[in-house]
């Protein structure tokens, strides 16, 4: 069964990409860190640091397409699954500093002593071992993208209904996390951090490494996504978002597909927001705001929803654009990605890839262009 | 609305009270400039006597400058100023009207010279002057500051004075600050008792550690019970108004909520249409506010106070202007496709985020209240400030004049008929796009006019709208949609449960808790409180 989830999921597209995607988690460190600083294909540490950033937006995109592109849940609730992820990994971190900290108490966080507490509360208990963190990473938000969708999806909550209380959920989630009392490092959230897994997170090696396992990652994820939305179960979520009712009647429990969806989805974010604390430094409460899941999904869009190397894509050139934007012409950004939404949304339905591939398959077949064309019709007729 | 009506004659009383009753101002200064000729203690104790013989509770200020020893002569010419800083020059102010009156050297300036019996006297004749003020409005604030600061030397007087007074109410207060005197002083158990009892009608949340105290540290069996007793009998009392206060915060919170949401209900009740831009174009009513007063204040000063009637229409065409953009320049190609929508409006709401931060800066922006907003008033235990409960009033006549709209005009009906079933309405000869179009501008203007509102109340900046977005989305979606009153219940509901939560909970805790509450409530009833029926809602 693994073996033929995975023959279905290597297809020739996909191989290429997680290839691609190999070869760079490989090539771009290795550049990194032997090619002299004067060679033309010497890659800076802080672009390396930048784009592997980059990269766990990528799958975070990935992970958002998951539910949106393939099963019709947009979610603007994602950013809280990767921040959560983020929080485990940043608790893990801030558990390594030990007696360096301002205060060098060896078991309580700078903020704990600061705040005046006299020991660890429980949910901080484990997070000074890697594997338990590993494990929260994708535990907590798959958990509570488990108990939020068995409650939505049971009562049939859908649409731009659903879209709201998703955002509701992280707006809840973040004035949460801005309170000290919480635990969780208040409006500062977690920083300072010093070393992972034994190796110090500035150093120029282990951002090379971390670059590498996020650039795998993604692969790994590339890999799952595709086959799932490649299998029997991949066809009846693209039935779910295409006409619900219709694949309820046919007698297909439409709850379940979309919970499993939404849960890995979740998963996947989770483990995205895990790579990414170490990578910038600092995960703060600010990462649950509802303009950031809302940005998330603007990237999927822009490079193409209802397919895999659409998000990527598309997170890589927004972020890109964001990163020049706001350095070149810090006033425009806002104007820029708001004219994004609007343009996308209006003139490119199909994202990049819709755009690239509608191109070549006017010169094939056209059969990719029709399965794209199918991905994106509106659920109409679904609900009579 | 009755209440309302007798809240604001109240009001309109206790303005009128405190209007400042013009006294005999030359005869005043004519005393006060005789400090500059008293030399001795003995002759300043003579002026000061004057003053208090003249009874004008105008003398106050000075006599109070005078016991802190800024009450000085310009040797000059001997006027006499209340002196502001210090150093090589000092500014100088009126003695009576506090205004500013030019500056002196240092050096020209004589204090006039005060020794603690002269401060003592002062204090006494200051005390007195307002407790025998011809306002009886003063004198109801010296009783109060009496009554929270009681000292049982002032028993005497206020025995005096309590004889004197003819006003019930000021009277009243006298007893009570005379109580809270006498708990402290060491007169005989029946006195104390009877101090007790007044202590008691009295109520409020001031007297409850007077009574503690006198509980604690007292060795009578009878005080310590009668006070037990009271603080049983005000503690029950407080609870009521403490209820009475949250649900007025809850309405004051509900009516805000419902000026930021019912223009939302409304486009999203027609047209299934997500604005995610809604907070914008309130933010846009509150930038044109600003905009009319930063007019009014350069060009017509004494308009100030139209400030807000100008600002309301105008708001209203703003908003509902670039609604009627939006909706033909980008909505209505995304019809049937409701999540897009959603994101092309976030798109618009960064745009017009940004345009704002770009025209008018970063920060907030200044709007002044009118005259006619400002300020607060008590009933009972109850604090009302007059600016929130304008805007209950606000919101509870923008939603009557929508409900007139939506139920006796035509363009009413046509909306009404478009909710419920789109197909039959364009087959009956409704013009559907238009019905969107307009519609789409009237909530957006619905919006405009709510940011004049908040305007009031909260800060204007760029980010005004985000804070209410969410917010009036949980209204729409509790309430359900296409029904106005369903926004109503919704607003109100949220407004006071999240103030009665407060208490215990904090602000932000209730908050989440409020938000767990919708999204556990949307479960059981995916299309709100008050939800349409029939087959149309599935479309």
Redesign the interface.
């Known amino acids: 069964m693994i073996t033929g989830f995975l023959f279905r999921a290597l297809d020739r597209k996909a191989i290429l990409v997680a290839l691609a995607l190999m070869a760079i988690a490989l090539l771009v460190p290795l550049s990194n860190l032997y090619l002299p600083a004067s060679h033309p294909l010497h890659v800076p540490t802080h672009i390396l640091s930048l784009s592997g950033k980059y990269l766990t937006y990528a799958l975070l995109a990935l992970a958002l397409d998951l539910v949106w592109g393939y099963c019709g849940i947009?979610s603007l609730g994602h950013g809280a699954f990767f921040a959560l992820g983020g929080y485990a990994m940043g608790m893990y971190l801030m558990r390594q500093i030990g007696t360096r900290g301002v205060y060098g108490n060896p078991v309580l966080p700078d903020f704990m002593v600061f705040l005046n507490w006299k020991e660890l509360p429980w949910y901080w208990y484990g997070f000074d071992q890697f594997w338990f963190a590993a494990l929260m990473v994708v535990a907590v938000p798959g958990a509570l993208a488990f108990v939020?969708g068995w409650?939505?999806f049971?009562?049939?909550?859908s649409?731009?209904?659903l879209?709201?209380?998703t955002?509701?959920?992280t707006?809840?989630l973040l004035?949460?996390f801005?309170?000290n009392e919480m635990g969780f490092g208040g409006n500062n959230g977690l920083t300072d951090f010093k070393d992972i897994l034994g190796y110090s997170v500035q150093a120029r090696e282990t951002r090379a490494a971390l670059f590498a396992a996020t650039a795998i990652a993604l692969a790994l994820a590339f890999v799952i996504c595709s086959g799932i939305v490649n299998s029997r179960y991949g066809k009846v979520l693209v039935c779910v978002r295409d006409a619900e009712s219709r694949t309820r009647f046919i007698g297909y429990r439409v709850e379940h597909i979309k919970l499993f969806a939404f849960v890995v989805s979740a998963m996947m974010a989770g483990i995205a927001g895990a790579l990414y604390v170490p990578q910038v430094g600092i995960i703060n409460p600010g990462e649950f705001a509802?303009?950031n899941s809302?940005e998330v999904?603007?990237w999927t869009?822009v490079g193409g929803r209802g397919t895999l190397v659409g998000p990527i894509i598309g997170a890589i050139a927004v972020n890109g654009g964001k990163s020049y934007f706001t350095a070149a012409f810090p006033?425009?950004w806002?104007?820029a990605?708001?004219?994004?939404?609007?343009a996308?949304?209006?003139f490119l339905?199909k994202g990049i890839v819709g755009l690239v591939s509608g191109g070549v398959a006017r010169l094939r077949t056209g059969r990719e262009a029709d399965r794209i064309e199918e991905t994106l019709q509106?659920e109409?007729g679904a609900?009579? | 609305m009755r209440l309302i009506i007798l809240l604001s004659g109240l009001l309109a009383l206790i303005l009128a009270a405190t209007m400042p009753v013009s006294a005999d101002e030359a005869e005043l200064r004519a005393v006060i400039a005789k400090f500059s000729e008293a030399k001795k203690f003995s002759q300043t104790e003579a002026v000061i006597e004057e003053l208090q013989a003249l009874g004008d509770t105008d003398a106050v200020p000075t006599l109070n400058a005078l016991s802190d020893g800024l009450l000085q002569v310009r040797e000059s010419d001997g006027a006499v100023f209340i002196i502001k800083g210090d150093g090589e020059t000092v500014d100088l102010l009126d003695p009576l009207t506090r205004e500013a009156a030019g500056t002196a050297p240092g050096a020209d300036l004589r204090k006039v010279k005060v020794k603690n019996s002269i401060r003592r006297l002062i204090a006494d004749v200051v005390s007195g002057l307002t407790l025998r003020a011809r306002n009886s409005a003063v004198r109801l604030e010296a009783a109060e500051t009496m009554f929270s600061r009681p000292d049982p030397a002032m028993i005497a007087t206020l025995d005096g004075v309590i004889a004197e007074e003819t006003d019930a109410g000021v009277k009243t207060a006298f007893m009570q600050a005379r109580a809270a005197a006498v708990l402290q002083s060491d007169l005989p158990e029946a006195d104390k008792l009877d101090a007790i009892a007044l202590m008691r009608d009295r109520g409020g949340r001031d007297v409850l550690p007077i009574l503690t105290a006198i509980g604690a540290s007292t060795q009578s069996d009878a005080i310590r019970a009668a006070s037990r007793e009271a603080i049983a009998s005000i503690e029950e009392s407080m609870m009521f108004w403490d209820a009475g206060q949250n649900i007025l915060y809850g309405v004051s919170l509900g009516s805000v909520l419902l000026l930021a949401a019912i223009g939302l209900a409304i486009t999203?009740g027609v047209m299934?249409v997500?604005n995610?831009a809604h907070g914008e174009m309130v933010m846009l009513g509150a930038y044109t506010t600003f905009v009319v007063q930063e007019f009014i204040r350069t060009s017509a000063p004494w308009a100030f106070d139209y400030s807000l009637a100008i600002a309301l229409p105008l708001a209203f065409c703003v908003s509902g202007a670039a609604g009627l953009v939006m909706e033909r320049g980008?909505i209505r190609?995304?019809y049937?496709?409701?999540?897009?929508?959603?994101?092309?409006t976030?798109?618009?709401?960064?745009?017009?985020?940004?345009?704002v931060?770009?025209i008018f800066g970063p920060t907030n922006r200044e709007v002044g209240n009118p005259s006619w907003m400002s300020g607060s008033f008590e009933v009972g235990e109850l604090l009302i400030t007059t600016n929130r409960l304008w805007i209950v009033v606000f919101s509870g006549v923008v939603f009557a004049i929508l409900l007139l709209v939506l139920k006796r005009t035509r363009f009413g009906l046509q909306m009404r008929a478009v909710t419920q079933n789109r197909p039959m309405a364009s087959s009956m000869g409704i013009a559907t796009p238009w019905v969107d179009a307009f519609t789409f501008a009237l909530g957006s203007g619905i919006a405009g006019i709510a940011g004049v509102a908040l305007s009031q109340i909260d800060n204007v900046s760029p980010n005004l709208g985000?804070g209410y977005i969410?917010d009036s989305?949980?209204v729409v979606?509790f309430g359900g949609v296409g029904n106005l009153w369903g926004t109503l219940v919704g607003a109100m509901t949220l407004g006071i449960a999240n103030k009665f939560l407060e208490p215990y909970a904090g602000a932000?805790?209730a908050?989440?808790f409020i938000?767990?509450l919708?999204?556990?409530f949307?479960?059981?009833r995916?299309?709100g409180l008050f939800a349409l029926k029939g087959r149309s809602v599935?479309?």
Do not use: C, D, H, N
Not at chain 1, 337 to 342: E, H, K, R, T
Not at chain 2, 348 to 353: A, C, E, F, N, R
């Open positions: 947009l939020f409650f939505a049971r009562s049939r909550v649409g731009v209904y879209s709201i209380i955002q509701a959920l707006y809840a004035l949460a801005f309170r509802p303009a809302i999904v603007i869009a006033e425009f806002l104007f990605l708001g004219a994004l939404f609007v996308t949304t209006l339905p509106p109409a609900a009579e | 999203f299934g997500i995610m980008i190609f995304l049937g496709r409701p999540l897009e929508t959603l994101l092309a976030w798109g618009v709401s960064l745009i017009l985020q940004q345009a931060r770009t985000q969410i989305f949980m979606v932000v805790l908050k989440i938000l767990v919708i999204i556990l949307i479960q059981k995916p299309r599935e479309a």
